[in-house]
C-alpha cells in the first residue's frame, strides 16, 4: 500500500509514518508538509498514485478540505482514485461533519493516529 | 203798519192833542207810506216827505201847505176821490183803492183811509194814509185772470211757490212745486197747506203770514208716501179787495239738511272721540289759563294731581296740591310756543296713579285770525311702548354683557344691573336653588347693598310661597294683588304685586327671578314677556358657562398632558395649518427655525425644505387614514446631531371622521444613541462570538496539536528499544511542548491585553528587549542571525507590559521567519521618538510576505507561510496591543528580500496620563 502523508508539523508526520510502517514495512510512505506541495506530487506521479491520503485539516493557507477543492477542481480523476482520510487533532465537531459530508473523504481519523484503527481500516 | 188799528188810533189821539207834529215827526218823515192832514177846505196841512215824493210822480206839484190835494190827481181819480173826501168831512171814515194815473202815463194804485178829524165836535180836518198798492193789485189782477205773461214768470221761476188763500187751502202751485213735490195741481187744490207739513215750527204758517220776511223751516211730504221733503218758507200775504192770498215761496233745502246732519254727526263723532280719547287733551289761552280739557285729562287731573278741572284756571293751580313733575320742563316748553307760535314736543316720566308713567307731550299753538289765541296740548301714555323700548333695550344690553360673561355669579349680577335695575321697582331680586332650598344670590332695591352685595341672607323653601311655588312647578305667575293671594307671606315689605319667573335648564327649575312692587297690577306682559326672555337667556348662559367650565377643565388636563410629554405635538388642519401645538413644538420649531409659530401657519413654512415633499407626502397618507413614521438625522448649531422621529397621525373627530393630522415631533437622538449603542455592541458581540468560536477551535486545535503529537511520539517509543532512537524522540517531544508553551503565553498576552487596563510606568527599553531576546534565544535558527540595535529614546513612559507584547511579538516574527539561506541573517531594532510618539521599527531580511497575504496578516490564526512556525495569533496579539495603546502599525514586505514592521505610539502625557488613555 501506497500512502500520502500531508500535514504541516513534521513531527506529526515522522510519527504516522512510523505507525504506518509498523503497520507493514511493505508500506510506501510519501510526505507532503502543504497542500500545493501534494498536488503538484501527485500530478507528476498520475500513474502510480497512492492508494491512500491521510490528510490534516488545519495547515497554513490552504487547509485539508481546500486541498480536496483544489484537486477536485484541477484534476477529479486523480481524486477517485484515491481515498482520502482527513486526519485532525481537532476536537471541533464541525470538522468531523464537514468530513461527513465531503464526497471524497472516506473516514476522519483522530491524532494521534492508532495501530487498530489503522489496521481496521487498510486491511 | 197801513191794517193796525192801534197805530191808527194813537196817531189819531196825538193828532188830537195837537202834538202830531212834534212826537211822531220822525216816525212820519222816514215811513213809505202817505201822511196828508188837509183842512176843511181840502188844502193840506202837512204832507210828510214819501206824500211829497208821490206828488211830484203824480203831477208837477209837491204837495207843500196850502196846495189842494185834488190838483195832483187825474180827472177821473179827482172824481172817483172828491166824494170820499166830502163824505169824510161829514164826519164819515172812508178807505179803498184810488187809481191814479201818473205823468209818465204809467197806473198807479193806493190804498187809503181818510179819517176825519174833529176840533170841538166838528169835523175841520181830514188824515188821509195811503200806500203804494200798485204791485198787490197787479199781481192779484194775474193771479185772478191768469195773465198769460205773470202766468209764464209764476211757471218758470225756480222757486217753488204755493199760493193759499184766507182758509190756507191751496190755491194754485207753480211747475217747480210740482217738480219738487210729485203732486199735480189738481191733487193739491183745496187741499188744506198742514196736511203737506210733515214737521215744523209751531205756529208756522202765522210765522209766514204776519212776519214780515219770516223764513221758517218744515218737512213736507210728497207724492212718494215716504218721500219728504226738506224745505224753507217764506210768506207774504197779498190782499186784493175782501180777499186775501199767502204765497209761499219754498227752497229746497234737502241737500244742505243733510249735510248740516252730517256735520253734525261728525262734530257729535269727533266730540265723543275727544272725551273719550286715551290721550289727554287740554287748552290754554295766552295765560296759560285752561280754556278746555277732554275728559281723560280732567280725570287724570283728579286722580293724579287732585285737582278739579275748572276753565280759567291757570295751570300752575294744576300742580297746586301735588307737583310730581318736571314743572320746569313743561313751564319752557308752554312759553317757548307762546314766543315762537311753533309746536313742541317733548316726553318725559310722570307719576300717574303713582306708577312709573311714561307720556309724550305735544304742544300746539292756536291761531284764530292769524294771531295766536293759545296753546293746544295732546298728551299720550305711551309706558307700555316705553317699557317695551327700555327693555329691549335693556335685554339687548343684558345680551351683549352676559356674552362676555364667564362666572354665574357675574351673570346674576349682569341681569340685575341691566334689567332688574330698570323696571322701575321697589325690590327684584334673583334667588337660586341649592336642594330644596332657594338662596338669594343678587338683588335689587331694598335687599341691596353694594355693587355686587346684598344686606341680608335670604332663603325660602321650595314650594313655599309664590317665590317657593313657581320653583316646585316651573311656570311664571303674576300676582297682581298680594294681600288677596294665599300664597304670598311677607319677604320684607309689604307688596302690592309680584312676578315671579322661572330659570330652567330644560325641564329642571335652578333659580327664580322675584320682582316685587308696592303699586297693586302694576306688573304687565311686557314684564312677563322680557322676564322669561331674561331667564331663558339666563338659562342658557349658565349651561353654557357650565359646560365651558368642564370643557375648560379638560383642555386644562389636555393641555398638561400635551406639555408634559418631551414630544412635540401640532395638530394641523386638511389645509395643513397649524390649529394647535404644543409648548414642545413650539420650542422645537424656535431651536431649529427661529421662528415663533402661531396658529394658521402653513405645516411646509415650518419644516426643512428638503423634507417638505416628503413630508407632505406622509401628510396625505394620513389625511387617508394610516399612520405614518419617519426618523430623521438633523444637524443643530448648539445641539449638534439630532434624531427626530415625526409621526403622521390622522386626527379624528367625534364621529370618526378624519378632519386633520396630528404630528408627533419625538427627540430619538438619545434612543437613537443607544440603539446605534446597541447595533455597535450587538456587531462587536457578533465578532467576538465569531472570534470566540474561532479562537476556542484554533486553541483546542493548537493546544491539542502538541499533545497529540506527543501522544504520537509516545507510541514510537514504546515500539523501539534503541536508545538513540529514543533520545530523538525525546527532542521531538520538548520541541512540541515549547510550541505548546510559547502558545499558552501568547494565549495569556491576549488575555491580558483585552483585560488588563492600561498602566503607565517608566519602561527602559534595552532591558526590555535584553529580557526579549533571552526568551527566543532557543529558538531554531536564532543562533545564527546577528540583532542590532538602535536605540534612541531608551526612557519613558509606557505601559510596559504591553510594550513588551509589542516587541516580544515583533521579534518573534522577525525570528521565526528567518531566511536560513541567507548568509547575513540579520533583526534591526529602532527606536525613535517623533513629536509626540515613539516610533519602533523592527526590520528583517527574512523570507518576506506575499503581497496578497499582508491585508490579511493582522486576523488571528492567520498565516502568511505554508510551513508556519507559529499558530497565527502573535501578529494579531500584536495589532490588538497597538489598538490598545491607541498607536498605529504598518507593514511592509518584499517577498524574499525581507520584512519591515514600523510601530507608532503616542507618548502619554505627562500629567493626568492614566486618566486619559485610560478612557477608551
Same mark, same amino acid.
Do not use: F, L, Q
Given at each position: 500500500m501506497k500512502y500520502l502523508l500531508i500535514d504541516d508539523n513534521p513531527i506529526d508526520l515522522l510519527v504516522n509514518e512510523k505507525v504506518i510502517l509498523n503497520i507493514s514495512s511493505s508500506n510506501e510512505v510519501i510526505k507532503k508538509q502543504s497542500g500545493p506541495e501534494a498536488i503538484d506530487y501527485l500530478k507528476e506521479n498520475r500513474n502510480s498514485l497512492p492508494d491512500v491520503i491521510l490528510l490534516d485539516i488545519k495547515m497554513p493557507l490552504m487547509s485539508g478540505f481546500e486541498f480536496l477543492e483544489a484537486l477536485e477542481h484541477q484534476e477529479v480523476s486523480l481524486l477517485k482514485k484515491m481515498r482520502v482520510y482527513m486526519v485532525s $487533532? $481537532?476536537?471541533?465537531p464541525l470538522d468531523l461533519q464537514r468530513s461527513e459530508e465531503n464526497p471524497f473523504v472516506s473516514s476522519f481519523l483522530e491524532k494521534p493516529l492508532r495501530k487498530s484503527i489503522l489496521e481496521d481500516e487498510f486491511k | 203798519m197801513v191794517n193796525n188799528p192801534v197805530f191808527s188810533e194813537d196817531l189819531r189821539q196825538l193828532i188830537k192833542a195837537g202834538n202830531v207834529m212834534t212826537g211822531l215827526e220822525d216816525i212820519l218823515e222816514s215811513v213809505e207810506k202817505i201822511f196828508v192832514v188837509l183842512d176843511a177846505n181840502l188844502q193840506v196841512l202837512y204832507a210828510n216827505p214819501y206824500a211829497m215824493d208821490v206828488g211830484e210822480r203824480l203831477s208837477d206839484k209837491n204837495l207843500v201847505k196850502g196846495d189842494q190835494l185834488l190838483d195832483i190827481l187825474n180827472n177821473e181819480a179827482r172824481l172817483n176821490f172828491t166824494p170820499k173826501l166830502n163824505s169824510a168831512l161829514k164826519g164819515i171814515e172812508e178807505s179803498g183803492i184810488l187809481k191814479c194815473e201818473g205823468m209818465n202815463g204809467q197806473c198807479l194804485y193806493f190804498k187809503y183811509t181818510i179819517s176825519p178829524i174833529y176840533t170841538h165836535g166838528r169835523v175841520n180836518a181830514l188824515l188821509v194814509e195811503a200806500k203804494d198798492y200798485s204791485n198787490q193789485i197787479f199781481v192779484e189782477q194775474h193771479i185772478k185772470t191768469g195773465n198769460n205773461l205773470m202766468d209764464v214768470i209764476f211757471k218758470t221761476v225756480e222757486s217753488s211757490i204755493i199760493i193759499l188763500d184766507e182758509t190756507a187751502k191751496v190755491v194754485r202751485i207753480n211747475e217747480a212745486f210740482k217738480n219738487l213735490s210729485g203732486f199735480t195741481e189738481n191733487e193739491l187744490l *183745496? %187741499?188744506?197747506f198742514s196736511d203737506l207739513i210733515m214737521e215744523c215750527e209751531e205756529g208756522c204758517l202765522e210765522k209766514l203770514k204776519y212776519e214780515a220776511g219770516c223764513q221758517s223751516e218744515c218737512i213736507l211730504r210728497t207724492n212718494d208716501p215716504d218721500g219728504r221733503v226738506y224745505v224753507r218758507a217764506s210768506g207774504k200775504m197779498l190782499n186784493s179787495g175782501e180777499e186775501e192770498f199767502l204765497i209761499i215761496s219754498l227752497e229746497d233745502i234737502s241737500h244742505q239738511k243733510k249735510l248740516e246732519n252730517e256735520l253734525r254727526f261728525s262734530r257729535d263723532r269727533l266730540s265723543s272721540l275727544v272725551d273719550n280719547l286715551s290721550l289727554y287733551l287740554w287748552s290754554l289761552d295766552t295765560d296759560l289759563r285752561f280754556v278746555i280739557a277732554n275728559n281723560a285729562a280732567i280725570k287724570i287731573f283728579k286722580k293724579s294731581f287732585d285737582y278739579d278741572f275748572e276753565p *280759567?284756571?291757570? %295751570?300752575l293751580d294744576l300742580y297746586h296740591k301735588r307737583s310730581q313733575t318736571d314743572l320746569e320742563l313743561w313751564m319752557s316748553n308752554y312759553n317757548s310756543v307762546l314766543e315762537t307760535g311753533e309746536s313742541r314736543y317733548f316726553e318725559l316720566a310722570e307719576n300717574f296713579y303713582g306708577r312709573f308713567t311714561h307720556i309724550t307731550v305735544e304742544l300746539h299753538p292756536i291761531h284764530t285770525k292769524g294771531k295766536l289765541s293759545g296753546i293746544s296740548c295732546l298728551v299720550r301714555n305711551d309706558t307700555n311702548k316705553y317699557l317695551k323700548n327700555q327693555l329691549n333695550q335693556a335685554l339687548s344690553n343684558f345680551k351683549s354683557r352676559a356674552l362676555n360673561t364667564t362666572s354665574i355669579n357675574d351673570l346674576l349680577w349682569a341681569v340685575t344691573d341691566e334689567i332688574l335695575a330698570h323696571l322701575h321697582l321697589e325690590d327684584a331680586m334673583i334667588l337660586m336653588k341649592k336642594e330644596d332650598m332657594l338662596h338669594i344670590k343678587t338683588a335689587h332695591g331694598s335687599k341691596r347693598v353694594g355693587h355686587k352685595r346684598i344686606n341680608s341672607p335670604l332663603s325660602i323653601r321650595v314650594g313655599k310661597g309664590v317665590t317657593g311655588s313657581v320653583a316646585a312647578t316651573g311656570k311664571s305667575a303674576i300676582v297682581n294683588d298680594t294681600s288677596s293671594d294665599p300664597r304670598y307671606f311677607e319677604v320684607h315689605f309689604s307688596a302690592g304685586s309680584e312676578i315671579v319667573v322661572p330659570i330652567k335648564v330644560g325641564n329642571e327649575v335652578i333659580g327664580v327671578i322675584n320682582c316685587e312692587s308696592s303699586h297693586e297690577n302694576f306688573f304687565k306682559d311686557i314684564h312677563l314677556e322680557i322676564l322669561e326672555e331674561v331667564a331663558h337667556v339666563t338659562s342658557e348662559k349658565i349651561t353654557q358657562i357650565v359646560a365651558e367650565r368642564r370643557l375648560r377643565k379638560v383642555e386644562e388636563l389636555n393641555r398638561a398632558v400635551l406639555n408634559s410629554t418631551p414630544n412635540g405635538y401640532m395638530l394641523l388642519n386638511a389645509s395643513m395649518q397649524l390649529e394647535s401645538f404644543n409648548r414642545i413644538a413650539f420650542k422645537s420649531i424656535l431651536n431649529f427655525k427661529g421662528e415663533e409659530i402661531t396658529k394658521g401657519m402653513d405645516f411646509r413654512t415650518l419644516i426643512m425644505p428638503e423634507f417638505i415633499d416628503e413630508f407632505v407626502l406622509y401628510f396625505n397618507e394620513a389625511l387617508s387614514g394610516k399612520l405614518m413614521r419617519v426618523e430623521k438625522e438633523l444637524m443643530h448649531s448648539r445641539f449638534g446631531r439630532l434624531w427626530f422621529t415625526t409621526t403622521f397621525a390622522p386626527a379624528v373627530n367625534r364621529h370618526q371622521k378624519v378632519f386633520g393630522v396630528t404630528i408627533i415631533m419625538e427627540n430619538t437622538s438619545k434612543s437613537k444613541e443607544s440603539e446605534n449603542l446597541i447595533l455597535l455592541q450587538n456587531e462587536d458581540l457578533r465578532k467576538a462570538n465569531q472570534e470566540l468560536d474561532k479562537f476556542v477551535y484554533s486553541v483546542s486545535h493548537d493546544l491539542r496539536s502538541p499533545v497529540s503529537s506527543v501522544m504520537g511520539i509516545n507510541t514510537l517509543i514504546g515500539m523501539t528499544e534503541d536508545l538513540d532512537e529514543i533520545k530523538q524522540y525525546n527532542d521531538l517531544i520538548r520541541e512540541s511542548m515549547q510550541r505548546m508553551d510559547s502558545f499558552i503565553h501568547n494565549i495569556l498576552d491576549y488575555s491580558r491585553n483585552s483585560r488588563v487596563e492600561l498602566k503607565f510606568e517608566e519602561a527602559n527599553v534595552n532591558e526590555l528587549i535584553d529580557g526579549i531576546l533571552l526568551d527566543h534565544s532557543h529558538m531554531e535558527g536564532y543562533k545564527s542571525i546577528r540583532i542590532k540595535r538602535n536605540i534612541q529614546l531608551e526612557n519613558f513612559l509606557m505601559d510596559k507590559q504591553r510594550l513588551s507584547i509589542i516587541i516580544s511579538n515583533l521579534i518573534s516574527n522577525a525570528v521565526k521567519y528567518h531566511d536560513p539561506d541567507k548568509r547575513d541573517q540579520h533583526i534591526s531594532i529602532t527606536l525613535v521618538r517623533e513629536d509626540d510618539y515613539v516610533v519602533i521599527k523592527v526590520q528583517d531580511n527574512g523570507q518576506g510576505i506575499r503581497e496578497e497575504h499582508l491585508s490579511k496578516l493582522f486576523t488571528m490564526f492567520f498565516t502568511a507561510n505554508l510551513r508556519a512556525k507559529g499558530s497565527g495569533i502573535g501578529l494579531y496579539i500584536l495589532k490588538e496591543t497597538v489598538d490598545a495603546l491607541k498607536g498605529e502599525i504598518s507593514v511592509s514586505s518584499e517577498l524574499g528580500k525581507g520584512t519591515e514592521f514600523i510601530v507608532k505610539l503616542p507618548l502619554p502625557k505627562a500629567e493626568n496620563n492614566n486618566e486619559v488613555l485610560a478612557d477608551r
Open positions: $487533532s $481537532s476536537i471541533d | *183745496g %187741499i188744506s *280759567g284756571d291757570h %295751570i
